[in-house]
């Protein structure tokens, strides 16, 4: 009744238009012609208003069919992928794959739904794959980035680079994995911020994974001054390392002397832990090893350069003090 009464409200104000119309076009000769136009328009107006109102009249239950069909089917995708996700957690499937395999399901059943929900007014699903295989080249063409991370996370699911619980780097971006999903993946940053890498970046890309081995190395580079007692630092460091509960006995600490520099010897005391503790050992020992350098008076070289001034002949005479004049 409602569009009905709208279809009514249209005559009529196209029936005012028509007024208007014939009355301008009987001062110009053509008053016949305006009124057959506007009557054609008329009778148009209301024929697609009648027929509209007597489709909805006859589908009524296909729309009520299609929207318990559409709430019922949305509900059971959501319970089943619940379920699904429970059941691959307590068969020991890792988080990353459950991620991607729970988000895939979860899509493609909703796309099931929405196609069912067409069935009562007549689409048949012979005619619905048809075309979408017609599609398939056109959506690939249009879509080429969407199916490459979609192809992506699938690699990435199989061959396991890693998985959610990872600290990786790739470019200038590194932190630990959240979770692995259909298009991207997410990491969380040691400070905090959430970043969404797709999937094509990190199969394409150089990926280097911290956590895989169980172990990860800690380097404090640091230089010593010539003629320092390297035994003695070689003693106070690796105790330093030994001191904090952290840090693994095997591979054991170690320190090494890098070279021979032009401000110093450069230094670096080695030390492995978990992957999870390395920013708490990182910082710890920092802190331990300034203050334990200030406490035995143990000196890090600065860059320094030496600048002699020669006399205006361009001799320097060996002594800086003795040749240089100023006027």
Not at 117 to 142: D, H
């Amino acid at each position: 009744m409602f569009l009905f009464a709208k279809a009514a409200a249209a005559a009529s104000a196209v029936s005012e238009a028509a007024s208007e119309v014939v009355s301008e076009a009987a001062t110009t000769g053509v008053a016949s012609s305006a009124e057959e136009v506007v009557e054609t328009t008329v009778e148009n107006v209301v024929t697609v208003w009648d027929n509209i109102w007597h489709w909805l009249s006859t589908n009524w239950p296909s729309f009520l069919f299609c929207a318990i069909i559409l709430v019922g089917g949305w509900w059971a995708v959501t319970l089943l992928v619940r379920l699904m996700k429970q059941g691959m957690k307590k068969a020991g499937i890792e988080t990353s794959a459950i991620t991607f395999i729970t988000s895939v399901t979860k899509y493609l059943l909703r796309f099931v739904v929405i196609i069912f929900c067409l069935y009562p007014f007549g689409m048949q699903f012979s005619s619905v794959f048809a075309a979408l295989g017609a599609a398939g080249i056109g959506l690939g063409l249009g879509l080429k980035e969407f199916v490459s991370n979609v192809a992506s996370g699938i690699t990435i699911i199989v061959t396991k680079p890693f998985s959610s619980g990872d600290y990786i780097s790739i470019g200038d971006v590194e932190g630990t994995v959240e979770r692995v999903e259909i298009m991207h993946t997410t990491i969380k940053t040691v400070d905090s911020s959430r970043v969404i890498i797709p999937n094509s970046t990190l199969t394409a890309g150089t990926v280097t994974n911290f956590t895989i081995l169980g172990v990860r190395r800690i380097s404090y580079n640091f230089n010593l001054q010539y003629g320092t007692n390297l035994q003695e630092i070689r003693e106070t460091v690796l105790a330093i390392a030994k001191a904090n509960d952290m840090v693994l006995e095997e591979p054991a600490p170690m320190f090494v002397v890098l070279g021979q520099e032009a401000d110093g010897i450069a230094c670096s005391l080695r030390v492995y832990v978990h992957p999870e503790n390395y920013w708490l050992v990182f910082w710890a020992i920092n802190e331990s090893i300034s203050d334990t350098f200030r406490e035995k008076d143990i000196r890090v070289p600065f860059s320094q350069l030496d600048v002699h001034i020669c006399n205006p002949t361009g001799d320097s005479g060996g002594d800086p003090e003795k040749t240089a004049h100023f006027d």
